[in-house]
């Protein structure tokens, strides 16, 4: 047994030595690839280390000529077929206006309702952008895509608020920015962005200080702005009241987040100040403090929805579309309305530094803001 025992290994073994023959130098240990592995994740940090010590020693005029460099890369054109996609970037972009989420149509909309139009938005190509982006006529959705403006008015808890759970804030679930959020985990490519016009008394009411919900929303990407401190009548004000109004609100927010810049302004019921007082809208002051605003929406059946570098836009006196379904004028109508009528809409060429119009159109682009940005006329 001994004997038999002996030959066995005498038999793995050559069995061992001829497959490392056969297999010659294209088979390594498990050991020496752990060591190659070692060694290319030394160098990779090796590099880092490099070039973090390069970065230091940068001067600052190297610096900003590197950041040129950069902002020079993100420039470059974006090539597409224009034939194919026929961008039009004086078409409409829809400003949408909701309040809550909650049964009570048309001012609110339920949970499904809400759901049922972001979806309709990311299957029929609308991409929501930023406040911003739409004031500065900054457009980096897709080419062929069409920009939307998502507004909420009020600060309502249905709308946003907050919940304490296991001792940390987490957004309510059911309010709009929990039904954003969900969305945007199942089609992230949709994106997301809003802009909530708030009072002046405890708005989205709910767990945590007002400060604290204000950096919830900003943190992810959301905008809030002003829309007066008493969701005044502004037909029925003077001067010094309006300041008032507006002046408080920007106070109120500008105190909790220093720096920030709100660009835009929504009239409470859409109704905007008598003529000899519209001024204070654009700018004022109350007690020392300034504001500035500028773009101003109202609400209702109206349109056409044109964009800020169409020589027609009026500034402060913005349409939006009520955010419902099943009366002329609100959004499902201008859903349907862009179906059977896709020439109007704002379609994306996929580049923010270029606009691109067809052929005839390109009269209506507002030279002065355009400033370093192309015209493309196909």
């Known amino acids: 047994m001994l004997r038999n025992g002996k030959q066995k290994k005498v038999i793995v073994y050559c069995l061992l030595v001829m497959v490392i023959a056969l297999g010659g130098c294209t088979l390594s240990s498990p050991f020496q690839q752990s060591e190659k592995s070692k060694e290319e994740q030394k160098q990779q940090e090796e590099k880092n280390i490099k070039e973090n010590k390069e970065e230091e020693l940068l001067t600052e005029e190297d610096k900003e000529k590197k950041k040129e460099d950069e902002i020079q890369q993100d420039k470059k054109i974006i090539e597409i077929d224009y034939e194919r996609v026929k961008p039009n970037e004086l078409g409409h972009i829809m400003v949408v206006m909701y309040h809550g989420i909650m049964d009570n149509p048309p001012y609110h909309r339920t949970y499904e309702d809400f759901w049922k139009d972001l979806k309709y938005m990311y299957d029929k190509g609308y991409r929501p952008i930023s406040i911003t982006d739409y004031v500065n006529q900054n457009i980096t959705v897709a080419p062929g895509y069409t920009p939307i403006v998502l507004t909420f008015d009020d600060g309502l808890p249905s709308t946003f608020s907050l919940i304490k759970e296991n001792g940390s804030l987490k957004v309510n679930p059911n309010c709009a920015v929990g039904i954003m959020e969900k969305f945007y985990e199942e089609y992230p490519d949709f994106g997301k962005a809003a802009t909530f016009y708030i009072n002046g008394h405890d708005p989205f009411e709910g767990a945590g ?28 004000l003077n001067e010094q009241q309006i300041q008032e109004e507006l002046g408080k609100v920007d106070r109120m927010i500008k105190e909790m987040i220093p720096h920030y810049i709100m660009s835009t302004f929504s009239y409470p019921f859409g109704k905007r100040p008598k003529e000899e007082f519209r001024k204070w809208i654009a700018s004022g002051s109350y007690e020392g403090h300034e504001y500035a605003y500028d773009i101003a929406f109202r609400e209702g059946p109206s349109g056409p929805f044109i964009p800020p570098i169409h020589v027609k836009f009026e500034p402060y006196n913005v349409p939006r579309v009520r955010g419902s379904e099943g009366a002329e004028g609100d959004l499902w109508w201008y859903f349907n309305y862009y179906e059977k009528n896709p020439q109007y809409r704002y379609v994306s060429d996929g580049n923010p530094h270029r606009i691109a119009v067809p052929k005839g159109k390109e009269n209506n682009i507002q030279q002065e803001m355009l400033q370093a940005k192309e015209v493309y006329v196909y």
Request: proline share 0%; aromatic share 14%; net charge negative.
């Open 209 to 236: 200080t007002i400060q604290e919900r204000f950096a919830y929303l900003l943190e992810r990407g959301y905008d809030i702005s002003n829309h007066t401190y008493n969701h005044a009548d502004l037909a029925t």
